[in-house]
């Protein structure tokens, strides 16, 4: 009987041994299985990010690889822009809202570009992706009077895009910080002329030209130096 004793304990041993590695088997396998699920299935957010990034693809040439804009191109810095202002203008470009004007060439060009986006997913998908760049300081291109800018942007700008000039998701407005001195000066004097916020459809664009006829070519540069003392303190 004595005999058999280190027989048994040693099939005892032998059994909590084989337990232990099979629990912490199993324990590996589930980890490496859940690793694995992490890898395969990423989340909608990162789905909605790498499509976006794509679908920006097309739009680099003329906005830079960041969003930055492109000056020489007539380009608007778009980095950090308001992802509810970038939606709908990208719907007003697909349906023919803006960028039909004869005389807007660059608003023209926007068109196709805007078009070759199929649906509303693949527009808030790319908007989403651009709202996401951090924001550049574009180049200084006008001379003004910033202080009487700040003045003049309060009473006649900051009721819609607010106080540092970050536009408004609520009111779709955008923001004007990252635009680039002479995107915002040319678009001013676009709704000036009546090449943009003409169309029946475009509510805020038709609010948008009331308060730009009556701001002068003085007072327009004053506000968009307002605006580059913003950016620059960003």
């Not at 719907?91 to 660059?106: L, M, P, T, V, Y």
């Not at 574009?138 to 202080?147: E, F, L, Y």
Request: charged share 20%.
């Amino acid at each position: 009987m004595l005999r058999r004793l280190p027989v048994y304990l040693a099939l005892a041993m032998f059994s909590v041994s084989c337990g232990d590695r099979n629990d912490n088997q199993e324990a590996a396998i589930e980890k490496d299985a859940a690793v694995a699920v992490a890898v395969e299935e990423p989340s909608a957010a990162e789905v909605a990010t790498d499509k976006g990034k794509a679908l920006f693809a097309r739009c680099v040439a003329c906005h830079g690889a960041n969003g930055e804009g492109n000056l020489a191109l007539n380009s608007p810095g778009i980095a950090g822009q308001s992802e509810s202002y970038l939606r709908r203008q990208l719907w007003e470009f697909k349906n023919g809202q803006r960028g039909s004007h004869e005389g807007d060439i660059a608003g023209a060009q926007m068109q196709p570009m805007a078009a070759a986006l199929a649906d509303g997913e693949e527009i808030t998908a790319v908007a989403a992706y651009v709202a996401s760049l951090p924001p550049t300081v574009p180049p200084v291109t006008v001379d003004g009077d910033a202080g009487n800018g700040e003045k003049l942007y309060i009473s006649k700008c900051g009721a819609c895009h607010g106080g540092k000039a970050w536009g408004n998701e609520s009111l779709f407005t955008p923001r004007l910080t990252m635009l680039g001195d002479a995107y915002v000066v040319r678009q001013v004097r676009k709704f000036q002329d009546g090449m943009r916020g003409t169309h029946q459809s475009a509510l805020q664009g038709k609010q948008m030209a009331m308060v730009a006829k009556d701001v002068s070519a003085e007072e327009l540069n004053d506000i968009v130096a307002f605006l580059n003392e913003l950016a620059a303190g960003e």
